[in-house]
């Protein structure tokens, strides 16, 4: 069974701080997806890293896969207020369709 | 990017009666649909694996007769919570794929 461990949880930090989250797994993926998702609503894509050591930006937020492409994390830089809610990384199996979530990490930002 | 659209919303049912939700893919076929279980401050779990044609595969732990599901068409997968109870109360998302995965809304499951 392919898990993905996500740390922290729940973080809660002042505005203006930067921010990292991971994502680890002890399997290889053939991508990576972080999403976030508000109350009430699916989750929404942010971005999809594949290649092995892939950095993508989304204006202050920094998505890295790993090497062996069984890790990633988000750095968001300069959090603000609007960046609260509910960040989930997922793998995807070989097809990209069965997508496993990890446990989420919580953000709250406070202005 | 493709759309996938969830009815209901929300839905309130009493204690021992069955609800039906529907997953639909408005702009593409989806031979393959997810659906996925998500309780309060928790992340999604994944329920199931419905195939158009044949039978759901369901992952460990979550019992097929008590969640019915049916993938009649390319373009919709309904799961049906049979004899709901309280404990099944939760946030249930669909997910179907064109090149990646795409969500659902989702639907607020509260069982009185």
């Known amino acids: 069974t392919q898990l993905l461990e996500q740390s922290p949880q729940f973080l809660s930090i002042q505005e203006g701080e930067n921010l990292t989250v991971y994502c680890n797994s002890s399997s290889v993926f053939s991508s990576l997806q972080w999403y976030r998702q508000e109350p009430g609503e699916g989750p929404v894509l942010l971005v999809t890293?594949?290649?092995?050591?892939e950095v993508k930006k989304l204006k202050r937020l920094t998505f890295q896969f790993g090497d062996a492409r069984k890790d990633s994390s988000l750095h968001i830089t300069a959090a603000q207020p609007g960046d609260t809610g509910l960040y989930l990384c997922a793998g995807a199996d070989t097809g990209g369709f069965k997508t496993i979530f990890g446990a989420g990490t919580r953000l709250f930002v406070k202005a | 990017g493709a759309v996938v659209s969830q009815h209901p919303s929300r839905v309130i049912c009493k204690s021992g009666t069955s609800v039906k939700i529907e997953c639909r893919s408005l702009d593409f076929q989806a031979t393959t649909m997810f659906w996925y279980r998500q309780f309060p401050k928790q992340s999604l779990m994944l329920m199931a694996t419905?195939?158009?044609?044949?039978?759901?595969?369901?992952e460990q732990g979550v019992e097929k007769d008590k969640f019915l599901i049916n993938h009649a068409s390319l373009t919709l997968s309904t799961l049906t919570v049979t004899s709901a109870h309280p404990e099944d109360s939760s946030f249930y998302i669909c997910s179907a794929a064109q090149g990646r995965a795409f969500f659902g809304q989702g639907t607020r499951l509260t069982v009185v």
């Open positions: 419905s195939n158009e044609g044949s039978k759901a595969t369901y």
């Open positions: 890293v594949v290649t092995g050591g």
